[in-house]
């Protein structure tokens, strides 16, 4: 299959309560690698945890990439520990540093509005983000709690919302759909 030209890129958000945004930036995240896009995803908040997609994503090397860079403790929105917040800034610098480069034509931040909630990565800095992305880089932001902010300067944006889910009932995360 020949290599597709990278059309021109936009910034998609996927928030809400519901089950589903991390889900769809990798649905964007296989097509894309289907034609031979390269594409990197950034979990904030994520680690220590065999999620599915991991595995996949060797598969699918050198087009996708996955980095996990969190624990895979919940995080104290409250008060969040020094190695959380470590964490989150060096996910973000390696995020700007990716995005500018331009190595990468589609860029997931899985779960960045919820750093942003938490305050490990500053809303400003999100924003000048966005206004500064290359031309040419795809931009997904995934994760509860856009801020207004975020949601006006986007280019798409989409709303899981939660009606039924079984967790309620006391189901567990399953290997291989939740995780």
Same mark, same amino acid.
């Given at each position: 299959?020949?290599?597709?030209?990278?059309?021109?890129?936009?910034?998609?958000?996927y928030t809400?309560?519901?089950?589903?945004?991390?889900?769809?930036?990798?649905?964007?995240?296989?097509?894309?690698?289907?034609?031979?896009?390269?594409?990197?995803?950034?979990?904030?908040?994520?680690?220590?945890?065999?999620?599915?997609?991991?595995?996949?994503?060797?598969?699918?090397?050198?087009?996708?990439?996955?980095?996990?860079?969190?624990?895979?403790?919940?995080?104290?929105?409250?008060?969040?520990?020094?190695?959380? =917040?470590?964490?989150? @800034?060096?996910?973000?610098?390696?995020? %700007? $540093?990716? /995005?500018? #480069?331009?190595?990468?034509?589609?860029?997931?931040?899985?779960?960045?509005?919820?750093?942003?909630?938490?305050?490990?990565v500053p809303?400003?800095?999100?924003?000048?983000?966005?206004?500064?992305?290359?031309?040419?880089?795809?931009?997904?932001?995934?994760?509860?709690?856009?801020?207004?902010?975020?949601?006006?300067?986007?280019?798409? =944006?989409?709303?899981? @919302?939660?009606?039924?889910?079984?967790? %309620? $009932?006391? /189901?567990? #995360?399953?290997?291989?759909?939740?995780?």
């Amino acid at each position: 299959m020949k290599k597709k030209k990278f059309p021109k890129g936009f910034i998609q958000v996927y928030t809400g309560n519901g089950k589903g945004k991390t889900t769809a930036a990798l649905g964007l995240a296989l097509r894309a690698a289907g034609h031979r896009f390269k594409v990197l995803i950034i979990q904030f908040l994520k680690g220590g945890i065999v999620y599915g997609e991991l595995q996949s994503a060797k598969k699918l090397w050198p087009y996708l990439t996955i980095i996990p860079m969190g624990r895979e403790n919940f995080v104290n929105k409250k008060n969040p520990d020094p190695i959380d =917040v470590n964490m989150a @800034r060096k996910a973000w610098e390696r995020a %700007k $540093r990716s /995005i500018q #480069s331009q190595k990468y034509h589609l860029v997931i931040l899985d779960e960045i509005n919820v750093a942003v909630e938490y305050g490990l990565v500053p809303l400003k800095e999100l924003l000048a983000l966005m206004k500064n992305k290359p031309e040419n880089v795809e931009l997904v932001l995934t994760g509860r709690w856009a801020k207004p902010e975020v949601l006006r300067r986007a280019d798409l =944006v989409t709303e899981m @919302r939660g009606k039924k889910h079984y967790y %309620k $009932r006391g /189901i567990e #995360s399953r290997i291989g759909i939740e995780r």
